[in-house]
């Protein structure tokens, strides 16, 4: 595990080729989890929203959003759309314990999202990672 810049984390630094995934998330025991799971893609771990940001400013490539909905500084679906104004074609998986909520209230930009509810199965992420950005081992 190599260190950046505030307390970014990068699993598998610097091979070129790899798909990068920027994970946002307010719990370190998920930011862990997920970095791990996603083990053979460039891995970026931020604790807030706006460290976030930072770290997908200066990344060249960014292939995919992990990120939680419910956080302090704004929402999952806020810090979408801070993405996308500069990323536009970014795609997005959204972690949630709230998806029976989302899911009810059904807010038009919810069915348009990758989505999966917290806890989080480690099989289904990485099938649902791989099925929006493709294998860890594929390159381009």
């Given at each position: 595990?190599?260190?950046?810049?505030?307390?970014?984390?990068?699993?598998?630094?610097?091979?070129?080729?790899?798909?990068?995934?920027?994970?946002?998330?307010?719990?370190?025991?998920?930011?862990?989890?997920?970095?791990?799971?996603?083990?053979?893609?460039?891995?970026?771990?931020?604790?807030?929203?706006?460290?976030?940001?930072?770290?997908?400013?200066?990344?060249p490539t960014l292939d995919l959003?992990?990120?939680?909905f419910m956080m302090p500084s704004?929402?999952?679906?806020?810090?979408?759309?801070?993405?996308?104004?500069?990323?536009?074609?970014?795609?997005?998986?959204?972690?949630?314990?709230?998806?029976?909520?989302?899911?009810?209230?059904?807010?038009?930009?919810?069915?348009?999202?990758?989505?999966?509810?917290?806890?989080?199965?480690?099989?289904?992420?990485?099938?649902?990672?791989?099925?929006?950005?493709?294998?860890?081992?594929?390159?381009g």
């Amino acid at each position: 595990m190599q260190r950046r810049p505030t307390s970014s984390r990068s699993f598998t630094p610097g091979l070129q080729g790899m798909k990068t995934i920027l994970v946002v998330d307010d719990d370190s025991a998920v930011l862990d989890v997920v970095g791990r799971a996603l083990e053979g893609y460039r891995v970026w771990l931020a604790r807030d929203p706006d460290e976030g940001m930072q770290m997908a400013a200066g990344l060249p490539t960014l292939d995919l959003l992990v990120t939680d909905f419910m956080m302090p500084s704004m929402t999952g679906d806020e810090l979408i759309g801070w993405l996308r104004a500069e990323r536009p074609g970014l795609k997005v998986l959204i972690l949630t314990g709230h998806s029976d909520l989302l899911d009810r209230e059904n807010p038009p930009w919810w069915a348009q999202e990758a989505h999966l509810p917290k806890p989080i199965e480690l099989a289904r992420l990485r099938a649902t990672v791989a099925g929006l950005i493709g294998p860890p081992d594929a390159t381009g």
